[in-house]
């Protein structure tokens, strides 16, 4: 639409945008009347359309049964002259900025053969075409309207005037009659002036309330943006990532827990030559010292993998330390790609966890690792209890707030 046109039209309406220009994509919840010059016209539910121009459309109407109708294109070969329709309201009109207008023959019309569900506003000869015509669509509300008219057609502002002035009676709960002259500055009596004074200061400091809240959501929106960013490439990798990725993540985890965390794989190569254990972790005195493997899974855990922390790992570190560890975990992300809630539970035979409770370990579910490490962060938790609950847990170690997950809100939305 161009900008001398949109001038003209602008003013018709409360709260005017041009899609694609200051209005990205179309909602049809926010808007009441659509006006499109489209070869190809969109028609939202529940929205009145005033088309120019448009030649395909679909779903315009339906029937008590619920058929469809959508109008057939023809060409009209033996065109002659363009008559305006019956009714007096649009005849003027239609004879000014369409039948003065129309170009030579042959033209492109409509069939009339629905016309159950439209009203001709201007017919072609004796063939009856149509070249205009208010259609009713069915919506959420009955009696929606689609204004078709010609591209050719001429007074685009009077039209748009004509069709909000008939959608004061098709459909006042949106499209409210002028205000009265009895309310208005003009003939207003004082006290009246004075209320309609303070109506509009009400509704400027609306739209200045509206247009801060706005702000602050923008603002905030970008703040949510940055933040599932930085997590998505920090905490959150314990539950999208594996190998060193995840290993990582494992041991920030652990550390912000009040761990003593040490990766080990640098050690082993330039002292053992094996592949051990990926992390050794100990407590706050260094008493007390437990052997870590980390695995990430696109499907479920490897009942396997159990022997890799309680097998050589642990023979190692006893003939190295002198003493065997006094524990072992086995920290699995299993189906990793997977929306967490949704996650099967890693090994859920408890009786194929016996190897890590005969070792004095645990198999850690990567979720409920990150969940206690949050509950520490938002302070719902405190990190000496974690670390020992994780210390002393033999067998399948499960944070309490994991066991509760499904019923649980995000913080600040507590019952």
């Known amino acids: 639409m ?6 003209k039209l ?12 200051d209005v990205p994509v179309l909602h049809p919840s926010d808007w009441d009347l659509f006006v499109s010059f489209d ?17 395909d459309f679909w779903d315009l109407g339906t029937d008590g049964w619920g058929t469809t109708f959508s109008p057939r294109l023809l060409e009209e070969s033996h065109a002659r002259s363009i008559t305006a ?17 129309a170009p030579a023959p042959p033209r492109r019309v409509f069939s009339a053969a629905r016309e159950a569900y439209m009203t001709p506003l201007a017919t072609v000869g004796a063939e009856h075409g149509v070249v205009s015509f208010i259609c009713t669509r069915r919506g959420m509300t009955d009696g929606i309207w689609t204004w078709v008219l010609p591209d050719y057609t001429t007074h685009e502002d009077q039209w748009l005037a004509l069709m909000l002035n008939e959608l004061r009676v098709h459909d006042p709960s949106r499209f409210p009659s002028e205000p ?3 309310t208005g500055p003009v003939w207003g009596a004082p006290q009246v002036r004075e209320a309609a004074r303070e109506l509009a200061n009400i509704a400027a400091e ?25 997590a998505a490439d920090g905490p959150q990798r314990l539950l999208t990532a594996d190998g ?7 041991q920030d985890a652990l550390g912000d827990l009040g761990f003593g965390v ?3 794989d640098d050690h082993h190569d330039a002292v053992t030559g094996a592949k051990l254990e990926d992390l050794r972790v100990t407590d706050l005195d260094g008493a007390w010292t437990c052997l870590v493997e980390i695995k990430g899974y696109s499907k479920g855990a490897r009942l396997g993998d159990i022997s890799k922390i309680v097998g050589r790992p642990s023979t190692f570190y006893a003939a190295e330390a002198g003493r065997p560890a006094d524990s072992v975990w086995h920290i699995v992300n299993a189906w990793r790609t997977a929306d967490p809630s949704t996650r099967e539970v890693a090994l859920a035979n408890d009786a194929e966890l016996a190897p890590l409770v005969e070792a004095g370990g645990a198999l850690i579910d990567t979720r409920d690792l990150f969940r206690a490490w949050r509950d520490v962060i938002e302070n719902e938790a405190r990190a000496d209890d974690v670390r020992a609950s994780l210390r002393t847990t033999s067998g399948r170690w499960v944070w309490p707030s994991t066991q509760g997950a499904a019923a649980e809100s995000i913080p600040g939305e507590r019952g």
């Open 180 to 182: 009265d002259w009895a």
């Open 10 to 21: 602008a003013p018709y309406g409360a709260t005017v945008g041009r899609l694609g220009v």
């Open 85 to 101: 329709g019956p009714d007096p309201r649009f005849r003027a009109l239609v004879e000014r900025s369409i039948v003065e207008t």
């Open 244 to 250: 060193a990725a995840l290993e990582a993540a494992v």
């Open 206 to 230: 609306r739209a200045q309330v509206i247009a801060a809240l706005d702000e602050r959501a923008s603002i905030t929106a970008a703040k949510l943006e940055q933040a599932a960013a930085t």
């Open 2 to 7: 161009p900008d001398e046109l949109f001038a």
């Open 262 to 264: 040490r990766a080990m």
């Open 39 to 55: 070869l190809q016209p969109s028609t939202p539910d529940d929205v009145h359309v005033l088309s120019f121009g448009g030649d």
